[in-house]
């Protein structure tokens, strides 16, 4: 009776665990496989990445030595990588759109945040990386905590 209880308890924890440990490598994997593209591309410009990240449907990256900035939505598609080279951009900052609640008129909910990116050149418009909105992102407030990030060190990597 004791082994036959071990038996289906061990049964139980594989039945469990087994699917965490497959998405979290699988996760992991594409994780890889986004960066690795990435880089691919980058590596024909002559870019190095420093720093890259990736939340949800965008990757992000830095390269501090050639000072370029690479964002695509993921999954990455060449024609959809944007190169940002550093110099041509004056700052940036976090751009954070914010709508009173309804019914609350002194609360606030958080419709999108986004690194709002300023050129040197004035006949440029601003462009903006989005890092959560209605088709992109899940938590509002953790992304203003990823978003404000990016901005630290875009700002400290600008010419």
Known sequence: MDIVSIEIGIGLL?????????????????????????????GAKAIKLTSTDIFQGLFIGLDENSKYLVTSGV?????HVILYNLKDIKGCN????????????????IESVAIEILFRDKDKPKEHIVFFDDDMGIDPHISVNQASDWVTRINKNVA
Do not use: D, M
């Not at 039945?15 to 591309?41: G, M, W």
């Not at 999954?75 to 024609?79: A, T």
């Not at 976090?94 to 909910?109: D, I, M, R, S, W």
């Open 14 to 42: 594989l039945l469990f665990v087994v699917p965490v440990i497959y998405a979290v490598t699988n996760q992991s994997r594409k994780e890889k496989k986004t960066i690795k593209k990435v880089e691919t591309f980058c």
């Open 75 to 79: 999954p990455v598609k060449e024609e």
């Open 94 to 109: 976090l751009f954070k759109n914010e709508v009173p609640k309804a019914g609350q008129p002194k609360a606030k909910t």
